[in-house]
């Protein structure tokens, strides 16, 4: 059976795969939405479902030459009413059972639209929901802490966008610059492994712990953040980096870590924040692109072509250290109480028949 780290290190060749395979993924969405003459998308998501979202975000906005918002089930159904002849509105669950966005696109049925659902489970009760259930490619992960399902949704969505614009005669991505994307992700897994061997010891001591960054690197961020919250149950917390400097940085202390994500044109101010840092916690780490900086806490990522996608070469750093430190520490089983309180509040809603 594969585990975690499995499903980390093949997220690059299926990567590849699916941007061999992207007519066949990509042609329902990009129908649907040239179908009609939208002026702004919404995607509708929860989890990491939503981080993927944010990570493409900035991409679509590019390649679509429109605004995007991604927002949760909850947010949308407390949203004033959209224009949905403008807007186009899709929902994004990899197991298809999330009670809320079966909630969320009850809700849509009910103000008599149709829902499309991109989805790894098109056998879910979600899919059966669904006007379009529309398959983004991530095939079977049997680990719920998914990796390779983030990974080939933020590739999804950077596909649709840029066939749309192709569609649409506006700048796109050569399938060779995506390509080079997945092989920037395999040398970031290749130092997310060389990282965790050099720093176990920092990495099994972790306490409170903050990871920083911007933009799409923000969602890159919030992923992390939820994958060790989920995965080595450490209270972790995630912010601009400014935002990080206007109020959470006063609970410092020399039990925290604190990961910093440069920008992608390297911010001397991130990186003063980043040496500052030497006075409060040794557990301090930089992650930069292309960077001359040498230093044993500097992890330097190579710069992908697609600079707007460097979220997708920087989410398997983070993903090698939970999957590589869950077992190692033996953090996969949460607190007793924690499972009863799980166990009292549905957020999966599996049928007999349709359990991934």
């Given at each position: 059976?594969?585990?975690?780290?499995?499903?980390?290190?093949?997220?690059?060749?299926?990567?590849?795969?699916?941007?061999?395979?992207?007519?066949?993924?990509?042609?329902?969405?990009?129908?649907?939405?040239?179908?009609?003459?939208?002026?702004?998308?919404?995607?509708v998501a929860s989890g990491s479902s939503m981080n993927a979202a944010k990570m493409a975000q900035p991409y679509m906005v590019k390649r679509l030459g429109c605004p995007v918002s991604v927002i949760t089930p909850e947010l949308f159904e407390l949203t004033e009413p959209i224009d949905f002849n403008k807007t186009f509105v899709f929902f994004v669950s990899q197991s298809?059972?999330?009670?809320?966005?079966?909630?969320?696109?009850?809700?849509?049925?009910?103000?008599?639209?149709?829902?499309?659902?991109?989805?790894?489970?098109?056998?879910?009760?979600?899919?059966?929901?669904?006007?379009?259930?529309?398959d983004y490619g991530v095939g079977i992960e049997t680990v719920g802490y998914v990796t390779i399902g983030?990974?080939?949704?933020?590739?999804?969505?950077?596909?649709?966008?840029?066939?749309?614009?192709?569609?649409?005669?506006?700048?796109?991505?050569?399938?060779?610059?995506?390509?080079?994307?997945?092989?920037?992700?395999?040398?970031?897994?290749?130092?997310?492994?060389d990282f965790v061997s050099e720093h176990f010891l920092e990495l099994a001591e972790m306490g409170p712990t903050f990871i920083c960054g911007n933009n799409m690197n923000l969602g890159v961020a919030r992923e992390a953040a939820l994958k060790f919250q989920e995965t080595l149950k450490i209270p972790t917390m995630h912010y601009e980096v400014e935002e990080?400097?206007?109020?959470?940085?006063?609970?410092l202390s020399p039990r925290y870590t604190v990961f910093l994500i440069d920008n992608l044109q390297h911010s001397s101010r991130i990186s003063s924040i980043y040496e500052k840092l030497a006075v409060v916690t040794s557990r301090r780490y930089l992650i930069t692109f292309g960077s001359e900086l040498k230093e044993e806490n500097i992890i330097n990522i190579t710069k992908p072509l697609i600079t707007?996608?460097?979220?997708?070469a920087v989410i398997p750093f983070f993903q090698v250290i939970v999957a590589s430190m869950m077992p190692a520490l033996s953090t996969e089983k949460s607190h007793p109480l924690a499972d009863r309180f799980m166990h009292a509040i549905t957020t999966k809603n599996y049928s007999q028949n349709n359990k991934e």
């Amino acid at each position: 059976m594969m585990e975690m780290l499995d499903y980390v290190k093949a997220s690059p060749q299926k990567v590849k795969e699916n941007i061999n395979d992207k007519e066949s993924l990509v042609t329902p969405l990009v129908k649907l939405f040239c179908d009609q003459s939208f002026v702004s998308v919404i995607i509708v998501a929860s989890g990491s479902s939503m981080n993927a979202a944010k990570m493409a975000q900035p991409y679509m906005v590019k390649r679509l030459g429109c605004p995007v918002s991604v927002i949760t089930p909850e947010l949308f159904e407390l949203t004033e009413p959209i224009d949905f002849n403008k807007t186009f509105v899709f929902f994004v669950s990899q197991s298809g059972a999330s009670t809320n966005i079966l909630h969320a696109m009850t809700y849509m049925k009910e103000l008599s639209h149709q829902t499309i659902l991109l989805t790894g489970n098109v056998h879910s009760q979600a899919a059966g929901n669904a006007d379009y259930v529309i398959d983004y490619g991530v095939g079977i992960e049997t680990v719920g802490y998914v990796t390779i399902g983030l990974s080939t949704l933020i590739l999804y969505l950077a596909l649709f966008a840029n066939e749309v614009a192709i569609k649409g005669d506006r700048e796109y991505n050569s399938d060779d610059e995506f390509m080079q994307l997945a092989n920037v992700m395999s040398s970031t897994i290749d130092k997310g492994v060389d990282f965790v061997s050099e720093h176990f010891l920092e990495l099994a001591e972790m306490g409170p712990t903050f990871i920083c960054g911007n933009n799409m690197n923000l969602g890159v961020a919030r992923e992390a953040a939820l994958k060790f919250q989920e995965t080595l149950k450490i209270p972790t917390m995630h912010y601009e980096v400014e935002e990080f400097m206007h109020g959470p940085d006063i609970q410092l202390s020399p039990r925290y870590t604190v990961f910093l994500i440069d920008n992608l044109q390297h911010s001397s101010r991130i990186s003063s924040i980043y040496e500052k840092l030497a006075v409060v916690t040794s557990r301090r780490y930089l992650i930069t692109f292309g960077s001359e900086l040498k230093e044993e806490n500097i992890i330097n990522i190579t710069k992908p072509l697609i600079t707007d996608l460097c979220s997708l070469a920087v989410i398997p750093f983070f993903q090698v250290i939970v999957a590589s430190m869950m077992p190692a520490l033996s953090t996969e089983k949460s607190h007793p109480l924690a499972d009863r309180f799980m166990h009292a509040i549905t957020t999966k809603n599996y049928s007999q028949n349709n359990k991934e």
